[in-house]
């Protein structure tokens, strides 16, 4: 069974501070995608990676980055000197293969963690 | 592009009545949409997977004869609460993808979500 696990239910970091999510994920498959969203106040999930399993190259995209170790299962994400605009719940994500990402592409969502950022 | 709408953005309805709610791919045609609950600070929930012309398919413990879903075209996708109650009450997100497209239009895209408050 496809699981995704959060193990950090809140996190709080003054402004400026590094922060970094866990998340670790159990799959039978040896293709799969992994995503992560944001999901501010407003309730509308942003898209913020996907990563292919066969991909591990971590990955920086201006203060955030990600590190795929498949050796522990996990996906992580930190984000350097955090805003209080980073502020919100952040869900890691895993979806089966196959047709480009899944006949069905079923997304299976972690339980989230929210960050606060405080000026 | 890969736009998704979703209406109304907020609803209040007495128990026992039926609710509607829209999902609309904007700019591209999703043969695939699915439908997600998420109860306050909690994670997203897989409710069910609609195939643009064909039945949709449940999750397991997802009540078809109360949640209805209909995805009529390659655009348009709802969701009736049929016979509404307070244990209702939830955040439905819908997401669309279009299973023939390549990169990353092949990925699910989120609607901003509708919240249901069943009084």
């Known amino acids: 069974a496809q699981k995704v696990t959060q193990a950090q239910t809140e996190i709080s970091v003054v402004e400026k501070e590094d922060v970094t999510l866990d998340c670790v994920y159990e799959t039978r498959d040896t293709t799969y995608y992994l995503f992560w969203y944001k999901q501010p106040p407003s309730g509308e999930l942003v898209f913020l990676i996907r990563?292919?399993?066969?991909?591990?190259q971590n990955e920086i995209s201006g203060r955030y980055s990600w590190n795929f170790q498949k050796s522990t299962s996990s996906f992580n994400f930190t984000i350097t000197a955090s805003q209080v605009v980073d502020s919100a719940v952040y869900f890691c994500a895993l979806s089966e293969a196959g047709d480009y990402g899944g006949a069905t592409n079923k997304l299976i969502f972690g339980t989230g963690t929210l960050l606060a950022v405080q000026p | 592009g890969a736009v998704v709408s979703q209406h109304p953005s907020w609803v209040i309805c007495k128990s026992g009545t039926s609710v509607k709610i829209e999902c609309r791919s904007l700019d591209f045609q999703a043969t695939t949409m699915f439908w997600y609950r998420q109860f306050p600070k909690q994670s997203l929930m897989l409710m069910a997977t609609s195939n643009e012309g064909s039945k949709a398919t449940y999750e397991q413990g997802v009540e078809k004869d109360k949640f209805l879903i209909n995805h009529a075209s390659l655009t348009l996708s709802t969701l009736t609460v049929t016979s509404a109650h307070p244990e209702d009450s939830s955040f439905y997100i819908c997401?669309?993808?279009?299973?023939?497209?390549?990169?990353?239009?092949?990925?699910?895209?989120f609607g901003p979500g509708t919240r249901l408050t069943v009084l």
């Open positions: 990563r292919n399993s066969f991909d591990e």
């Open positions: 997401s669309a993808r279009n299973l023939k497209a390549s990169g990353r239009l092949g990925e699910q895209f």
